[in-house]
């Protein structure tokens, strides 16, 4: 499973490009890995909001996780994988465009 140091090392890099878009942390999303799991079964992923909460995958996380990631984590199904970084990207395109969702 993915560490927390994992994230904080990438968080940390970007220290940055967070200040400048630090709206886009005040959604529920970014709160902590319940909400984020809400936002996946919000989805219908129900397997993939429990791994997500499991291993702790905090919406500040999605910025930064990639499909081997999400497989490192157990989620294997390439349909899943696809299904997922979609709507991580969905919804980082409308936090790009608008700063909140």
């Known amino acids: 499973s993915l560490s927390s140091e994992y994230f904080r090392s990438k968080l940390k890099s970007s220290n940055q490009r967070r200040k400048r878009k630090r709206r886009m942390f005040q959604s529920p999303v970014y709160r902590d890995a319940h909400q984020t799991g809400v936002w996946v079964k919000s989805f219908g992923m129900l397997e993939v909001a429990d791994v997500f909460e499991s291993n702790e995958i905090r919406g500040e996380h ?37 700063g909140h969702v």
Do not use: N, P
């Open 62 to 98: 999605l910025k930064f996780i990639s499909k081997d990631d999400l497989r490192s984590i157990g989620i294997t199904d390439d349909d899943q994988l696809t299904r997922v970084a979609k709507e991580i990207t969905r919804l980082l395109m409308k936090y790009d465009s608008s």
